[in-house]
């Protein structure tokens, strides 16, 4: 049983993106755990790391997850694929086991999604649509590989997909021509493939396009709603980490960039208002 936020002390899930994209896993941590307390940290003023290397990619996730910890949290979800594949595991093995609380954990977004893969494909081949950053890090691909080795993993890098949602032309006419080129690369790459995984935060906003355009049978997993299932699984197995955690329901908002602009873009991604703080990193 977690503390009750109304004593003054919130302990939060804290919610790390480099963007806006992440603010669709935090959208399925709250549906699936409503009644806990979420703190959200956007780096925007740095945003996209998709195209920055794993060191600098790891420095600033690490500042980050740091600051989030400063800010009470014990455990922090990486909602962001570039810094689950690129910085996730030097946090985890290198950082967490010499800090000042070696008790705390950072979680990401890949292996959730991966680990529900073999139970939905039948055909055994998958596509996966990606920024580049996530694609040249061959993450998904090495995981599902541990998982299960039989599954054929195709990745395309979708470098367009991102600048869509954050100028609001997802629902647009302009987005039908490269939603269209991506697939088509994608499905002329192995006809076979049955089931497609959004591997960026961002995407699940063009998914009725993405709908629109993929034969009816393949299935299309967005992560939201697999890492917030994850996080509740995570938490029955860890009731040390769950007792830790308070349970208000509320959500805070951090901004290292213009906070009307996040909050415009926030509300969007979430479909509830949102009021951001400016924090330097």
Known sequence: MGVAACDGHTVSVGVFDSGYGGLTILKGLREALPELDYLYLGDNARAPYGSRSFDVVYEFTRQAVFRLFDEGCPL?????????????????????????????RVLGVIRPTVEAVPSITRSGHIGVLATPGTIASHSYHMEIAKTDPGIEVVEVACPLWVPLVENREADGPGADY???????????????????????????????????????????????GLVGE?????????????????????CRYMTTENTEKFDTLATLFTGCPAHSTHIEL
């Open 76 to 104: 922090v979800i990486l909602a962001c694929n570039t810094a689950s594949a690129k910085a996730l595991r030097s946090i985890q093995q290198k950082d967490l086991p010499t800090s000042q609380d070696p008790s705390r």
């Open 230 to 250: 994850s996080l509740a699984c995570y938490l029955r197995r860890h009731p040390e980490m769950a007792g830790r955690l308070s349970h208000g329901g509320t």
């Open 178 to 224: 490269f939603v269209r080129k991506y697939l088509d690369q994608l499905l002329g790459a192995d006809p076979e493939i049955d089931t497609v995984v959004l591997g960026c935060t961002h995407y699940p906003l063009l998914y009725a396009k993405i709908r629109e355009y993929l034969p009816g049978h393949i299935r299309i997993l967005s992560q939201g």
